[in-house]
Each structure stands twice: as structure tokens, then as C-alpha cells.
């Protein structure tokens, strides 16, 4: 059971290059979200999915854009990188009602626009 | 708009000693309010969780108090250990709302041997 994996861990982006981020998770859950976590400023919601199919906008959606076609994969995309976009970028699954059991988080991808 | 703010920003306390972070929320709309742990290249962990309809949660070590008309609720650490020491995050949440999680700024907690 590897709950929630996310891909590349690591990656350095020139401004303006593209890339997408990959979120997969095994726990048959219904919500996925991205957040980025940036010092002093705790975890900002990106984008969220309530369903397959479905995708909204968060707190700093600007810059990317996500995609949900398959209930287990949450996609987080960067069309036109910004350094301002350098961050640590955690994908989040849950299941409708948090109750006691709340996110389970990936590791991360730390990526860094230059 | 920081809708959830955390203090303080970090905090050293010795072994054995308590831990207490507190939290501030604005939208009365919040009815779930959880603490995560994260430790350095991990994702946060949900460590305990509250629902406004009870002022304190205990499990273990880890206590959550919770003061609905003040708009506030509080981390306390008993026994704080070298391997607490660890980032906190205080997040709050509304089930209606695709239960989005609104986390604090965090603590980053240093407890000394």
C-alpha cells in the first residue's frame, strides 16, 4: 500500500520551460488537492478535485493548471515556469469527510525555477 | 488573507517540558480543525483533530484545547522528546466546502535533551 506517490522528486526548470507533475494514489479516494509550501507561509491550497473529471480552483491557482481524468491521478501542470513558482509541491488525497482520518500527503517535489 | 494564523513562528522548549502552539481562525463556517507533523523531505502527518463541538481532545502526549467563542485552539505537548521536534502545522476545514484544509503558517518546534 504506497498511498500517495508523487513524481519527480526533484527537478530545476528554466524560467519559461513547461512540466507536469504527477500525483497518484492507492486508497481509492475521492478528493486530491496540490499544495505548495513555501517558508513562513504554510501549505497554500493550488487546485483541488472533489471527483474524476472534476478540478477547482484554490487560494494560488494562477500558473498552473490540473487535470483529473482518472479517479487515482491528479495531474499539476506549469505551462510557462517563474521563479516565483520555486517551491515544495505536495499532493494531497482524502476521503469526502475527513472524520479521523484527514490527508494523507505525499513526499513532495521540490522544484526550483531559475 | 491568512484565514487560520499560528504562533509562534518557532519554539525551544528542554526534555520533558510542555509544547504549546496556538492558532487563531476567522470563519466561523470551520468545523474541523486538525494538527499535522512534518518532519525535514516528508509530507505533513495528520497528528490529532478536533470537531467544535468538544473544547479539548486527548490522545496520548497530545492534547488539543479548543475555545469556540474566543476563535482559537491550541496544541499542548506533554513530555516534549528530541523526536517531537518537528514542523506544526494548525489547519481548519468546512465539510460543504470539498473539505479544502486552511493551514496555519506553522511552528517549527526544537526540543533540546
Known amino acids: 500500500n504506497a498511498g500517495v506517490t508523487q513524481t519527480p522528486k526533484f527537478r530545476v526548470l528554466k524560467t519559461g520551460q513547461s512540466m507536469t507533475l504527477l500525483c497518484a494514489q492507492d486508497?481509492?479516494?475521492?478528493?486530491m488537492y496540490w499544495y505548495r509550501q513555501d517558508p513562513g507561509m504554510g501549505l497554500r491550497l493550488i487546485h483541488y478535485s472533489v471527483g474524476e473529471g472534476t478540478t477547482a480552483k484554490g487560494e494560488v491557482p494562477d500558473g498552473y493548471n490540473v487535470s483529473r481524468l482518472k479517479k487515482q491521478n491528479f495531474l499539476l501542470g506549469l505551462e510557462s515556469a517563474a521563479p516565483s513558482q520555486t517551491s515544495v509541491y505536495f499532493c494531497?488525497?482524502?476521503?469526502?469527510?475527513?472524520?479521523?482520518?484527514?490527508?494523507?500527503f505525499g513526499s513532495g517535489t521540490r522544484l526550483t525555477v531559475v | 488573507q491568512q484565514q487560520v494564523k499560528q504562533s509562534p513562528q518557532s519554539l525551544i522548549v528542554q526534555k520533558g517540558g510542555i509544547s504549546i502552539i496556538n492558532c487563531a481562525y476567522e470563519?466561523?463556517?470551520?468545523?474541523?480543525f486538525p494538527w499535522y507533523q512534518q518532519f525535514p523531505g516528508k509530507g505533513p502527518a495528520l497528528l490529532i483533530a478536533i470537531r467544535p463541538d468538544v473544547s479539548e481532545k486527548k490522545e496520548g502526549r497530545f492534547t488539543i484545547s479548543f475555545n469556540k467563542s474566543a476563535k482559537q485552539f491550541s496544541l499542548h505537548i506533554m513530555d516534549s522528546q528530541p523526536g517531537d521536534s518537528a514542523t506544526y502545522f494548525c489547519a481548519a476545514s468546512m465539510e460543504t466546502s470539498g473539505s479544502r484544509l486552511t493551514f496555519g503558517e506553522g511552528t517549527q518546534l526544537t526540543v533540546n535533551p
Open positions: 470563519n466561523t463556517a470551520f468545523d474541523y
Open positions: 486508497m481509492n479516494h475521492e478528493y
Open positions: 494531497a488525497s482524502s476521503y469526502r469527510t475527513l472524520s479521523n482520518y484527514g490527508y494523507t
